[in-house]
């Protein structure tokens, strides 16, 4: 199936969200590494996109996200 059938045109993904220890962390190496832009964000969330207007990825921080046993 290549890139022009009429698969990829009709797949929509949602928003993923990840639970990470620093979300502005992440966000950083995510605008860093991937060129996602930031956008705003409520409840501690920090929330990117590929292309400025629709969310792609929210990071959340919690404190027990990068917990290791």
Known sequence: ???SDGF???LRLAEL???VADAGRVASFYEDQLGLQ???GRDGH???SA?????????????KAGARA
Do not use: D, I, K, Q
């Not at 292309?51 to 404190?63: F, I, K, Q, T, W």
């Open 51 to 63: 292309n400025g207007r629709e969310s792609l990825c929210r990071a959340r921080g919690h404190p």
């Open 46 to 48: 920090v929330r990117l």
């Open 8 to 10: 990829f045109t009709t």
């Open 1 to 3: 199936m290549g890139t």
């Open 38 to 40: 930031r956008l705003p």
């Open 17 to 19: 969200t990840l639970r």
